[in-house]
Structures are given as C-alpha cells and as structure tokens.
C-alpha cells in the first residue's frame, strides 16, 4: 500500500520560501502516476497547486504559476515542492497526493498524505 | 478560470437521503471526483470518474454527472457521514475544487 510523508520546516518567514519533500513509500515514483500538492488554508477549502510526472512534465495552478516548482528525485523516490514570495496567505496544510489513471488520460486523486502544517510569519 | 460551486452546507436526518450538488460549466463534459474529509484528517477519495467508488467504499455513496450539475447521494445516511465533502475535476491540465459542503446528520 503506497503512503506518503509530508516534511519540512513548519515555520517560513514573509517573502521568504517554502519547501516540503515528499516521500514516497510502498511503490515506485516511476510509476503511471502524476503526483500532486494540494493546500488548505486553515478553516478554509483544497487549492490544488500543482503536478508532476516522472517524465519530469509539470503542470501548475495559474494562479500560482509564477512562484511554484515541483520537482522529482527518482533515486530517493521523493518529490519536493518549492513556493517562493511567501505571505501570510499561504499559510496552510500542504497535502502531497498520488493521482492514479482511470481511463485514457484522466487522472484521479486517490492517495493523500497526511499533510505539513506550514505557517508564514516573521 | 473554471469555478466549481457547492453549497456550504446540507443537513440530513440519520437513516434519509442526502444530495450534494456541484456545479459548473458544461461539467457533464468532465469527469468528477468528490473527496470526504472529517476534521483533522486528510481527505478521502469516495467517488471518481462521476460515479466509480473505490474499493472500502460502503455502497450508499453514490454519484451523477449531467448537463451543468453532478451530484453526491448518500443513501441511508449514517452519523459517522457528517463531513465536508468537495468536489473535484480537470480544467485542461489544472485541478479544480469546488468550495466544500458541510454535512451535519442531525
């Protein structure tokens, strides 16, 4: 059964970055998977930020674009997230979650970590 | 962008039937996941692909796609069912989630 662990620093600084590894267990990374970070702000809905396959393809939420990397470590099995420019506003529960093929090319959400609490402030 | 729209909440008597709608554009035209999340946990596939579920899926959920709408039914509700529940679809190669729906079972 694949799980995934959620790590990294629980407290950011404004404008500084945010990064989290996700660690991949039980199954291969390399896999017809695409593997994606979803946030929750606190009280608040699931903002997916973005994907990655292992082929290295990204796709990101636009609204987000411009300050997110995901990137793919075949050798540790982990995928790591990275959003720059930070603010107060991103301060949320970030979820690395496998997605899974149904038919042709669409993909379902079908396993999720159990999340990093990530704060933004000084 | 494409939005996604549930209402915040839904309230059902234990034993009855609760619906959760979602809507958006053409969303007929898209397939839909909704996800159950209780507090403190980390969401839970139910449904996918409009209306497949899962395996350890207790077959009172259900789910629709048509038209404008989709919708989540849970048959015989259960006190353990009370969650928020979002719904979930692919704009092109963008995720999307609609806004979350309280169940209260009372």
């Known amino acids: 059964q694949v799980q995934l662990q959620e790590s990294g620093p629980g407290l950011v600084k404004p404008s500084g970055t945010l990064s989290l590894t996700c660690a991949v267990s039980?199954?291969?990374?390399?896999?017809?998977?695409?593997w994606s970070w979803v946030r929750q702000p606190p009280g608040k809905g699931l903002e997916w930020i973005g994907e990655?396959?292992?082929?290295?393809?990204?796709n990101y939420n636009p609204s987000l674009k411009s300050r997110v990397t995901i990137s793919i470590d075949k050798s540790k099995n982990q995928v790591s997230l990275r959003l720059s420019s930070v603010t107060a506003a991103d301060t949320a529960v970030y979820y690395c979650?496998?997605?899974?093929?149904?038919?042709?090319?669409?993909?379902?959400?079908?396993?999720w970590g159990k999340g990093a609490t990530v704060t933004v402030s000084s | 962008s494409y939005e996604l729209t549930q209402p915040p909440s839904v309230s059902v008597s234990p034993g009855q039937t609760a619906s959760i709608t979602c809507s958006g554009d053409?969303?007929?035209?898209?397939?839909i996941c909704w996800y159950q999340q209780k507090p403190g946990q980390s969401p839970v596939l139910v449904i996918y692909?409009?209306?497949k579920r899962p395996s350890g899926i207790p077959e009172r959920f259900s789910g629709s796609n048509s038209g404008n709408t989709a919708t989540l039914t849970i048959s015989g509700t259960q006190a353990m069912d009370e969650a928020d529940y979002y719904c979930?679809?692919?704009?092109?190669?963008?995720?999307?989630f609609g806004g979350g729906t309280k169940l209260t079972v009372l």
């Open positions: 979650v496998r997605e899974t093929v149904a038919v042709r090319s669409y993909y379902y959400m079908d396993v």
């Open positions: 039980g199954g291969s990374i390399s896999s017809d998977n695409w």
């Open positions: 692909q409009d209306n």
């Open positions: 979930q679809a692919w704009d092109d190669t963008t995720g999307v």
């Open positions: 990655i396959y292992h082929s290295g393809t990204t």
């Open positions: 053409k969303l007929g035209n898209k397939y």
